[in-house]
């Protein structure tokens, strides 16, 4: 029988062989249930023959659901106790699965995609998933190495990716995403579908980027919705005082007495390039 259509070993199996006891500091709520890792998968579209990045791999649930729809996958893991079971999954997609050993944090994305379009599939660990989500966001030049993210974060999280102006979740992460990405929440998994199971309910995120983003630099925004969300409570004149406060409100017609939860993306773009 050729390698693809061999099942590698139970992942609960894997987990006892290994001893991967999860930890809470690496951010460790595994999954188990194959449908649930297949539905995940599946969220980013047609995988035969794409390439895959997965961040945070851990035994390696929803690698083998990427690798099964037929994508090539190149997956980062923090943990060493990991390598060995991914390694097993590896030798059962031969040539398809590059496991790198390090820390995503510090990971150059581009230069793992090198010459190829990718997608990024990730059930994120949560104490990283944010700043990873911006780095992404904030890539250069745009439209960016990647062709989509589908990502799991906690419920709260998603929320304010996808939210929209005078939402209680509307932020930085809002603006950037809307910016630059149309992000919708695809589906909600609870927490007893992890192990071990989180406190939160989680959801399931994709994004797509937009081809033709409203002109605007990156970081001078990302300056902006900071210092604007950083006091959200404040009125605008005083919360981007370092900025150009009332000064750079005036040249885009923006009343100084709004706070940032009332801009749209539209105008944050605005004042970013009146910056
Ligand atoms: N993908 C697996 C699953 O769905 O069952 C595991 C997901 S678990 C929520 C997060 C994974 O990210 C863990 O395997 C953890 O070791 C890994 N991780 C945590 N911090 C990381 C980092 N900075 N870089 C790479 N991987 C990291």
Redesign the pocket.
């Known amino acids: 029988m050729p390698h693809e259509y061999r099942q590698p070993p139970p992942l609960r199996d894997v987990i006892e062989r290994h001893d991967l006891m999860p930890k809470k500091s690496?951010?460790?709520?595994?999954?188990f249930d194959l449908n649930l890792?297949a539905k995940i998968a599946r969220q980013a579209g047609d995988l035969q023959g794409q390439t895959v990045i997965?961040?945070?791999?851990?035994?390696g649930?929803?690698?083998r659901a990427l690798l099964a729809q037929g994508a090539n996958v190149i997956a980062?893991?923090?943990?060493e106790r990991?390598l060995a079971a991914l390694q097993e999954i590896s030798d059962h997609y031969p040539g398809r699965l590059n496991i790198v050993p390090?820390?995503?944090?510090e990971a150059d994305f581009k230069a793992l995609a090198g010459n190829n379009r990718v997608k990024i599939v990730?059930?994120?660990?949560y104490?990283?998933g944010t700043q990873l989500l911006i780095g992404w966001l904030l890539s250069e030049p745009w439209p960016p190495f990647y062709d989509s993210l589908t990502l799991m974060f906690q419920r709260e999280v998603a929320e304010r990716i996808v939210a929209k102006p005078s939402a209680d979740a509307y932020g930085r992460l809002g603006v950037l995403a809307g910016w630059r990405t149309e992000a919708k929440i695809t589906f909600d998994v609870p927490p007893q579908a992890f192990t071990p199971p989180p406190k939160v309910t989680s959801s399931v995120i994709h994004l797509v980027p937009r081809a033709t983003p409203l002109p605007c630099d990156a970081t001078t925004l990302g300056r902006v919705t900071q210092a604007a969300f950083g006091q959200r409570r404040k009125m605008l004149r005083q919360s981007i005082k370092p900025l150009g406060g009332e000064a750079l409100l005036a040249k885009v017609g923006i009343d100084p007495t709004r706070r940032a939860e009332t801009l749209s993306i539209e105008e944050f773009v605005a004042l970013a390039n009146a910056v």
């Open positions: 690496l951010g460790q709520n595994f999954l890792t997965e961040v945070g791999p851990g035994p649930g929803l690698t980062i893991e923090r943990d990991c390090g820390d995503a944090l990730a059930n994120l660990p104490n990283v």
